[in-house]
């Protein structure tokens, strides 16, 4: 198997904005604001996180084939849409 990549490119699906950002090695980034247009990225459905989603390399424990954060995508899949705010 190859070595976990740690860095991926996370492109912003409003703006286009694209930042080089180090994924946590054991966890998932649920939200991700973009640092040009401020759009809360989530992930889309069947993804677990938005590098997943938006990255230009899946998350660690996606390419080390291990179980992942608990599978969120379903929070998504019933409802939840993109645009809502978290906060």
Known sequence: MSPVVLESVLRCQS???ARQEIMPANACLFFYECE???T????LPGDCCVYCSFGS?????VQAQQACCG??????ESGFKKTDSAF
């Open 71 to 76: 599978q969120a995508s379903y929070r998504f």
């Open 40 to 43: 809360l990225l989530c992930p």
């Open 36 to 38: 040009h247009c401020k």
């Open 15 to 17: 703006c286009g904005h």
């Open 57 to 61: 390399v899946k998350c660690p424990p």
